[in-house]
């Protein structure tokens, strides 16, 4: 691999001008398409086979315009003084009413006073308002209408709030994420030393960046994405962008440093470091894509536009960096600002590094590091054994905003279970007396425990299927909620043989509950899956069978600690005001597998760098541990520079007011502070160091039957490179070359 990634890096470079054009036109081709052929996302959630979407199914069947997938809102009404049924206030409600009634997509609208759905102390009330369309396909016109109602109401003194899958838009990108790009700028120029060579990982990420939501945004006009896939896309693509261009040019700069041509280093830059990024970036794509075999249409989604902008930050670091670096020269390893001196993070010098210290302390004491970090990282991982999966409801909402002021209304005027009823559907087609039957599961279902109402019945024009709705005495997100939808499954087939009837719980908590579960329950066969593939990629790239186990038991730590420290701040609330969480709750069902795909490919990625320089240094012949500390020397300041910029961009996301990307810029950040520098850069040097000679040890005849996929460039240590030369063939190392300047480079000096 690294053979045919040398010849892309300098073909790239000696066709710079071409290579960028392409570029630029596929830019502005998204761009164009981004503006004509972008469409609405949604944050409905569904899982195709569930109870949940078959209720739905079959309601869609017999009951039409029952629209149970369909966009709700509910309009909340309170007065601090006074009643609702005050005739001035009454008035100003019914006003309101016939408002949204005229408001675009709305099917129907309930009055709160003929429908009895003021609180017992009239000081709250609600209005049901009803789509034609589902919440994807609510325009922003006929929300800004719904909204512009209510000022009818609060011209009389009574306040309005909404709640609903039809009241919240489209997420907005916060000012706050940028925070994450200023570090990660300051961090290469500390790097590098060189506004230049600082500025090109930044330039090529946000190209990428902007490529990947362009194709993001043109596929929202042809199948449904979640509001938060964008801005997962933007967070990783950032991330990855940056980093995988900071490693390639960071080597481009030390091949610069040995003497070598423009095009030359360029050549050997991508086919080392570029063979890397490959392989760290095919992780993340394949742990992304494999999402989709979860079953569920929205992570499958989300998964898939995250892997292809991560495949497209691979693409421009290979072929657009290098072109770049054509048009740059020399100048990259100039630029320097003052005060600080330009740097070759790979290069040799005669102080020991930071980085060396460092290496040389974890070997001497390699015992009690292992013994450490596991044992810190254990203590990390605890609270995880208390994990609760859920989705965002409107009581996860901001504390200021609509929808968490609507919920809490509601939550004070008729209890906690209002906000999350359940919609009972029974299909009755196969009993003697269909209304008898359904009676009869009315009954059945209102004397279960936590069961706070239950409406009476809404059938269809057949008579044959009935809705009703379940109000629990415990909120959405609340265990007892769940409980209860498990119950009344469970009395499903009694049910049915007393009265012929079968019923189903739908609805938008029983969808959450059921997506919930399945996320769940996929949790660990997908880690599994990402674990064997990890253990099989490294098999293939140290060619070992130790330094792979380490690898994945070091990843399977991360992701424990990372788990447990999620908890314990999203859930349990422990220093929710030093990272300015507002609410706790349960961790949001998507975040345990996107973070172990992503997580994965990330740890990798360090590992990858780190031990390919050890192995490269043993291979040349220096003893088990010298081999260690040169190769941590060799590595360990670009890894850490890549930790701190990938750090940075996922903290800035902590930032969002969204309590989903919230959670996601915490969980990424935390995890790859713990697997960079608990991990890979102490755990990792002191194992290596305890196993020695053994480190490297494969069977023969699985060393026979892999294949060599080159991934640290070792086919390219023999060549000899001429720098005043493009076209010059090369000899092995140790070889004179008959032309003048020529000298053997080894390439992983």
Known sequence: MATYLYRLGRAAYRRRRLVVALWVVLLALMGTGAATLSGQTSDAFSIPGTESQKAIDLLEERMPGAGADAATARVVFTVAEGLLTDPAH?????????????????????????????????????????????????????????????????????????????????????????????????????????????????????????????????????????????????????????????????????????????????????????????????????????????????????GLAAAGTVAVAVVIALTLLPAVFGFAGRRLVGGRIPGLRARDPEGDSAAPTMGERWSRLIVRRRGVAVALSVLALGLLAVPATDLRLGLPTDSTAAPDSTQRKAYDQLTAGFGAGFNGPLLLVVDSSSSADPHAAVEQVSRTVAGLPGVATVTAPTFNRAGDTATLSVTPTSGPSEAATEDLVHTIRGQADTIKTATGASTSITGETAINIDVSEKLSDALLPYLAVVVGLAFVLLVLVFRSILVPLKATAGFLLSVVATFGAVVAVFQWGWLINLFGVETTGPIVSILPIFLIGVLFGLAMDYEVFLVTRMREEFVHGLEADDAVVTGFRHSARVVTAAAIIMISVFAGFILSNQAIIQSMGFALAFGVLVDAFVVRMTLVPAVMSLLGRRAWWLPAWLDRLLPDIDVEGKQLIDRTTVPDQREHPVAPAGTASASHGTHAVDLHR
């Open 90 to 302: 009454e008035q100003a409600i019914a006003e309101v009413i016939h408002r949204i009634a005229a408001t675009p997509q709305v099917a129907q609208v309930s009055d709160p006073f003929t429908h009895d759905d003021v609180s017992q102390d009239g000081r709250t009330a609600y209005a049901q308002v009803a789509y034609t369309v589902q919440p994807i396909e609510v325009t922003e016109d006929s929300r800004q209408s719904l909204f512009a109602a209510a000022e009818a109401a609060r011209d009389a003194g009574i306040s309005v709030e909404f709640g609903g899958t039809a009241v919240e838009g489209a997420p907005e990108q916060s000012l706050t994420e940028v925070i994450g790009l200023v570090v990660a700028a300051v961090v290469l120029v500390i790097t590098f030393g060189s506004l230049v060579a600082a500025g090109l990982p930044l330039l090529t990420a946000l190209l990428s960046v902007m490529i990947g939501m362009g194709c993001i945004q043109i596929a929202t006009g042809f199948i449904d994405l979640s509001s938060s896939t964008s801005t997962l896309a933007l967070m990783l693509g950032l991330a990855v962008g940056i980093d995988y261009a900071l490693f390639i040019t960071s080597r481009y700069r030390h091949e610069l440093s040995l003497g070598l041509d423009g095009e030359e280093a360029a050549g050997r830059a991508v086919g080392t470091a570029g063979s890397a990024v490959v392989f760290a970036g095919l992780t993340v794509v394949i742990a992304l894509a494999a999402l989709s075999v979860v079953g569920i249409p929205f992570l499958t989604s989300m």
